[in-house]
């Protein structure tokens, strides 16, 4: 079995659910809360390890604290081999996250121990061990970074998930195998609001594969020879949290095992389509059973 390295964000989510959102000023009563760990690096390594298809590592950072020795246990249960730094001044990063009754959500991250994530915290035996590394933006730009030079020179995959958004200097590009953007962040990386435009001006920049995530438009892949789309399996919507992340775990999961990126396009809508007929995030991505089946 393939090696899939990520290396990011781990938070403890906490989720409100409401009607609808409140206005600027406004006190509103929540209908249930629940408690459970997240982040962006955690979704992800939940989802590639949960597919069953590859050998799920993962770099993150953790307070000193029940949060974090919480998340410990959960990535162990589902099977993520877990390289956790113990942060001792800092609390573990959590969120807090509204969920109203449309599935949409409104999410405010504190950083914790993500921030703390620094270059020298990286083993790069993992890196070396590693066929996929996987990156996203909840830790520090200058440890994503090293992590583009270090895997650059030893000739690995990486995927890099750009969320949120924030800048990244050009250089880098040459450096991405799968570059996977929602709507808004290529737009924001590419400085204009045409997808097929934007598409254009990141590959010309050196990115080799560009995958955007349109929601319930379905997902668009495209480099210099191939272009895919792969529309939306339907289903009511609950809850978003964690879709885009299931898509991104079960998508290079795929890929490490050996599907077609159309494939694993697919695979990866479907997985995403399940997450959000469910309430929470990690607790959400499914089995492996229930999407290659």
Do not use: W
């Not at 095992?257 to 995030?281: Q, W």
């Amino acid at each position: 079995m393939k090696n899939v390295l990520i290396i990011g964000s781990l938070n403890m989510d906490y989720t409100v659910y409401v009607n609808d959102f409140p206005l600027q000023g406004e006190t509103i009563y929540g209908k249930s809360r629940y408690i459970q760990p997240g982040g962006k690096g955690e979704n992800q390594a939940v989802a590639v390890a949960k597919s069953k298809k590859v050998n799920c590592h993962m770099i993150g950072a953790v307070g000193n604290d029940i949060d974090g020795k919480q998340i410990q246990e959960v990535l162990n249960s589902y099977g993520v081999i877990s390289h956790l730094l113990i942060k001792e001044n800092t609390e573990t990063g959590n969120a807090t996250i509204t969920v109203s009754d449309k599935g949409e959500n409104e999410i405010v991250i504190i950083s914790g121990a993500n921030g703390e994530l620094l270059p020298k915290d990286i083993d790069i035996e993992l890196i070396k061990n590693a066929d996929y590394i996987v990156l996203q933006n909840e830790i520090p730009s200058i440890t994503n970074e090293f992590i583009f030079e270090k895997a650059h020179e030893l000739n690995k995959i990486i995927v890099y998930n750009p969320a949120p958004y924030r800048e990244l200097d050009e250089k880098y590009f040459k450096y991405i195998t799968y570059f996977i953007p929602n709507e808004v962040e290529l737009m924001k990386y590419s400085n204009t609001s045409d997808i097929n435009k934007g598409i254009e001006y990141l590959i010309n920049k050196g990115i080799k594969n560009v995958l955007v995530t349109l929601g319930t438009k379905g997902s668009l892949f495209v480099n210099k020879n191939e272009r895919f789309e792969v529309p939306c399996y339907k289903v009511e919507a609950i809850d978003t949290v964690a879709a885009g992340d299931t898509y991104v775990g079960y998508f290079v999961s795929s890929l490490a095992a050996s599907y077609s990126i159309l494939e694993s396009m697919d695979i990866a809508s479907k997985a995403s389509s399940i997450t959000v007929s469910r309430k929470g995030s990690v607790i959400s991505i499914p089995n492996g059973e229930e999407v290659y089946e």
